[in-house]
């Protein structure tokens, strides 16, 4: 019986022996499938990321998107993602299994960011050189190419940056920069100016470039070839600082370029040359000033350089025009009396240039087709002088050929009376200028002495056909006595 238990315990020891040799056996044959590594998240650019396992097994790896293809080599398997040009993020699910092991993993890649490039516009820089700095967001590589050796741009933590070497060449130098970004190109252009030489001869030569203003009736001429190119100012000697030539050279030169680079950048498919004169092109100024001036030519290259040429002369613009010009615009009339005190606005406008002017505005004297205009003229003092004379003619009916005429009354103090005058040619206002030429002071005429004249209206008289004598017209319209003072209406 002992012999029996014995052997029973032996088989039951081999039985418990045999199934822990069997739970290990299936045990085993389970692979693990553990992360090592995990390249997921990715940027929008064509880019190959990692994922390695710790298995046994062989792995198989799928994806259920085209832009994430999974490669495998041992326990590492290879991701090949294309490029995202979208601006939204985009997601892919990467199954993986090795024997019976299965994992699922997220992948990622995210939309382009391409904040700032639209800043990327051309770039002017001075002869000194310049470094620009384009604020900017990206997630994409961005990658830049120019054929010049003179620019240089580069991409740094949230900026590009275009540095730009001084120019030590006598002429404007341009390049291009192109960039690529993600699924976004383009270009811009690098412009760059040369420095301004003060050559050992600046003068303009051969033929004549003349200035002349229509107003002033000032003319000056400066020497230019027919080929030279050139820029002309008329600059007050005020302005002018120090040594003429060093400031010809050091600003003048300096601003007449800038300005027309300015011309250029405002209006496309304009170039630096459409702005310069040529040759013996005529030049007027407005806006001009009495005092001495210096009339300025620099000479330039299309290429935007100083050629090499300039010329000055002082002149002196004195304000020669006839005294005429000077009354014309709009003028407020204070007109005051006994009775009244109101303003009325005169329009001195041309009807024969430096002979007459025409006025119109005065009280009173109007018919159906609006108001007259009264005939004035200045004399050799400068003076405004408003006289009767004949202005308009009709044919009336009952009177015949009606002439009218402008007329006004005056007191003879010396004889106590009161005249009528309807005379032609005789003066019944004289009106004198301030210094400024903004106001001016009023006057009666001249008859036999000198009276002031008030009344002032049309005055109409007629002679019927086989008399000798004239009748005279009496019209409603009101009379305006002189005016003390008109000021000039400045707009």
Same mark, same amino acid.
């Given at each position: 019986?002992?012999?029996?238990?014995?052997?029973?315990?032996?088989?039951?020891?081999?039985?418990?022996?045999?199934?822990?040799?069997?739970?290990?056996?299936?045990?085993?044959?389970?692979?693990?499938?553990?992360?090592?590594?995990?390249?997921?998240?990715?940027?929008?650019?064509?880019?190959?990321?990692?994922?390695?396992?710790?298995?046994?097994?062989?792995?198989?790896?799928?994806?259920?998107?085209?832009?994430?293809?999974?490669?495998?080599?041992?326990?590492?398997?290879?991701?090949?993602?294309?490029?995202?040009?979208?601006?939204?993020? $985009?997601?892919?699910?990467?199954?993986?299994? *090795? !024997?019976?092991?299965?994992?699922?993993?997220? /992948?990622? +890649? @995210?939309? &382009?960011?391409?904040?700032?490039?639209?800043?990327?516009?051309?770039?002017?820089?001075?002869?000194?050189?310049?470094?620009?700095?384009?604020?900017?967001?990206?997630?994409?590589?961005?990658?830049?190419?120019?054929?010049?050796?003179?620019?240089?741009?580069?991409?740094?933590?949230?900026?590009?940056?275009?540095?730009?070497?001084?120019?030590?060449?006598?002429?404007? $130098?341009?390049?291009?920069?192109?960039?690529? *970004? !993600?699924?976004?190109?383009?270009?811009?252009? /690098?412009? +760059? @100016?040369? &420095?301004?030489?003060?050559?050992?001869?600046?003068?303009?030569?051969?033929?004549?470039?003349?200035?002349?203003?229509?107003?002033?009736?000032?003319?000056?001429?400066?020497?230019?070839?027919?080929?030279?190119?050139?820029?002309?100012?008329?600059?007050?000697?005020?302005?002018?600082?120090?040594?003429?030539?060093?400031?010809?050279?050091?600003?003048?030169?300096?601003?007449?370029?800038?300005?027309?680079?300015?011309?250029?950048?405002?209006?496309?498919?304009?170039?630096?040359?459409?702005?310069?004169?040529?040759?013996?092109?005529?030049?007027?100024?407005?806006?001009?000033?009495?005092?001495?001036?210096?009339?300025?030519?620099?000479?330039?290259?299309?290429?935007?350089?100083?050629?090499?040429?300039?010329?000055?002369?002082?002149?002196?613009?004195?304000?020669?025009?006839?005294?005429?010009?000077?009354?014309?615009?709009?003028?407020?009339?204070?007109?005051?009396?006994?009775?009244?005190?109101?303003?009325?606005?005169?329009?001195?406008?041309?009807?024969?240039?430096?002979?007459?002017?025409?006025?119109?505005?005065?009280?009173?004297?109007?018919?159906?087709?609006?108001?007259?205009?009264?005939?004035?003229?200045?004399?050799?003092?400068?003076?405004?002088?408003?006289?009767?004379?004949?202005?308009?003619?009709?044919?009336?009916?009952?009177?015949?050929?009606?002439?009218?005429?402008?007329?006004?009354?005056?007191?003879?103090?010396?004889?106590?009376?009161?005249?009528?005058?309807?005379?032609?040619?005789?003066?019944?206002?004289?009106?004198?200028?301030?210094?400024?030429?903004?106001?001016?002071?009023?006057?009666?005429?001249?008859?036999?002495?000198?009276?002031?004249?008030?009344?002032?209206?049309?005055?109409?008289?007629?002679?019927?056909?086989?008399?000798?004598?004239?009748?005279?017209?009496?019209?409603?319209?009101?009379?305006?006595?002189?005016?003390?003072?008109?000021?000039?209406?400045?707009?």
């Amino acid at each position: 019986m002992k012999k029996i238990a014995y052997l029973f315990i032996i088989a039951a020891a081999a039985l418990t022996l045999s199934c822990k040799k069997e739970s290990a056996a299936k045990y085993e044959s389970t692979p693990k499938l553990d992360i090592v590594s995990a390249e997921l998240e990715f940027m929008p650019n064509a880019v190959e990321g990692k994922v390695v396992v710790n298995t046994q097994a062989a792995v198989t790896a799928v994806s259920d998107r085209e832009w994430c293809v999974p490669s495998v080599s041992g326990n590492t398997v290879t991701l090949s993602i294309t490029a995202n040009t979208s601006k939204l993020s $985009r997601y892919a699910m990467l199954n993986l299994k *090795a !024997g019976g092991a299965v994992l699922d993993l997220t /992948v990622i +890649q @995210y939309g &382009e960011v391409l904040g700032g490039l639209g800043s990327l516009s051309d770039i002017a820089s001075p002869v000194e050189g310049s470094t620009v700095e384009i604020p900017v967001s990206l997630n994409v590589p961005i990658t830049f190419s120019t054929e010049q050796t003179w620019i240089h741009p580069e991409y740094q933590e949230n900026k590009i940056v275009v540095k730009v070497d001084p120019n030590d060449k006598p002429e404007t $130098r341009q390049g291009t920069v192109t960039y690529v *970004a !993600g699924s976004s190109e383009g270009s811009f252009d /690098v412009t +760059q @100016y040369p &420095e301004i030489k003060k050559p050992e001869n600046w003068v303009l030569t051969e033929a004549e470039v003349t200035y002349d203003h229509p107003k002033f009736n000032t003319s000056a001429t400066l020497s230019a070839g027919e080929e030279d190119m050139y820029v002309m100012y008329l600059i007050p000697k005020a302005k002018v600082e120090g040594d003429v030539d060093a400031w010809v050279f050091d600003k003048l030169a300096i601003e007449a370029r800038r300005s027309i680079l300015d011309k250029v950048e405002a209006n496309p498919g304009t170039t630096f040359k459409d702005y310069l004169l040529t040759g013996t092109d005529p030049v007027a100024f407005e806006d001009v000033t009495v005092g001495e001036h210096y009339l300025i030519a620099i000479g330039f290259g299309e290429n935007t350089f100083v050629s090499g040429r300039y010329q000055y002369k002082l002149i002196t613009i004195a304000d020669v025009r006839t005294a005429y010009y000077k009354w014309l615009g709009q003028w407020k009339v204070h007109r005051k009396n006994s009775k009244y005190d109101d303003y009325d606005t005169w329009d001195i406008s041309i009807k024969e240039k430096d002979e007459t002017l025409l006025i119109k505005g005065i009280e009173g004297l109007s018919n159906s087709d609006g108001r007259y205009d009264v005939e004035a003229s200045v004399d050799e003092n400068g003076r405004l002088v408003l006289k009767t004379q004949n202005t308009k003619s009709y044919e009336d009916a009952s009177r015949g050929t009606v002439t009218v005429l402008l007329s006004g009354q005056y007191n003879d103090t010396s004889a106590g009376k009161t005249y009528y005058t309807a005379k032609t040619g005789v003066d019944l206002l004289y009106g004198t200028l301030s210094e400024d030429l903004n106001a001016a002071t009023l006057e009666g005429g001249i008859a036999t002495g000198t009276y002031p004249f008030f009344n002032i209206q049309f005055y109409g008289r007629y002679k019927k056909e086989g008399s000798s004598s004239y009748s005279a017209v009496t019209w409603n319209a009101g009379t305006t006595d002189i005016a003390q003072t008109i000021t000039r209406i400045v707009e």
